[in-house]
């Protein structure tokens, strides 16, 4: 798998892609990142890329033409010239107008064999790069970034964990929070009790039925706390859901 991210700011990337388990396994090669300047595509003096936006109002707005230069020179055809839908590599545009970034999301990306990641800046790209080119937009929540950086390096980590190898166990990305619809379970670590505050019991038992009773439950009782909307969607067991109403019917929800 190989990432490119389409940038302004490349030094953006230089140590957050580097870090902990991202970092271990960019320099054990299970997958590559690249990081291309934008700036490089611009053909005039000044390197300009972005401009003021038609119709009037603040902020600037990504230019085409460096970017389509830019993806031309990555390899990229234009839309109707395109590999086949199955291909097996996608352009990503982040920007908080797209379509949500999920870890189903994350599984199909972590699929492929290539991801280009352009980060939208100021007040947004040219509309026409989507025009042109097969683009997903994408965004990482509903709130609003300055600029795509952030979002692209959520992304790059969300997906890359998936793949093989990335996790040393990869029984912790089956656990995941939203891997079964339902938030991951809390979890504890030495020292046993903490000024008084015990760990629960079940986690201390040795019998890994419990533990894995006890793991499910916990899940489900915090997912119904912050996230009652995933319970609706999740596959619950019937004990579960008789468990989801006792929980309901205690907290008066
Ligand atoms: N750019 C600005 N806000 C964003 C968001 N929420 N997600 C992705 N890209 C963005």
Redesign the pocket.
């Known amino acids: 798998m190989k990432f490119e991210i389409i940038t302004l700011f490349p030094d953006y990337f230089t140590l957050s892609l580097q870090q902990s388990l991202i970092g271990k396994a960019v320099e054990k090669k299970l997958f590559e990142i690249e990081i291309v300047n934008l700036r490089d595509y611009a053909t005039d003096k000044h390197r300009t890329v972005d401009d003021t936006p038609f119709g009037g109002g603040g902020g600037m707005v990504l230019k085409v033409e460096p970017l389509d230069r830019c993806l031309n020179a990555l390899g990229y055809t234009r839309k109707g010239k395109q590999p086949a839908p199955d291909s097996k590599q996608r352009i990503i545009l ?3 107008a ?1 379509v949500p ?1 999920t870890q189903e999301r994350a599984i199909q990306y972590s699929l492929l064999e290539r991801i280009t990641i352009v980060c ?1 800046h100021y007040l947004g790209v040219d509309e026409r790069i989507v025009q042109l080119y097969d683009v997903d937009e ?11 950086e952030p ?1 692209a390096a959520v992304m790059v980590d969300a997906i890359a964990r998936l793949i093989p190898q990335v996790l040393g166990n990869i029984g912790s990305a089956l656990d995941d929070s939203y891997m079964n619809q339902i938030l991951g379970t809390p979890c504890y670590t030495r020292p046993a009790v903490y000024d008084g505050v015990e760990v629960p019991s079940e986690l201390m038992s040795g019998n890994h039925e419990e533990i894995k009773r006890y793991r499910r439950k916990a899940a489900i009782q915090k997912c119904l706390q912050y996230r009652p909307d995933l319970v609706e969607k999740a596959d619950l067991t019937d004990e579960e859901i008789a468990e989801v109403e006792r929980l309901r019917r205690k907290n008066n929800t």
Do not use: W
């Open positions: 982040t920007s908080a797209g970034f939208g994408v965004s990482i929540g509903d709130y609003v970034l300055t600029g795509g979002a």
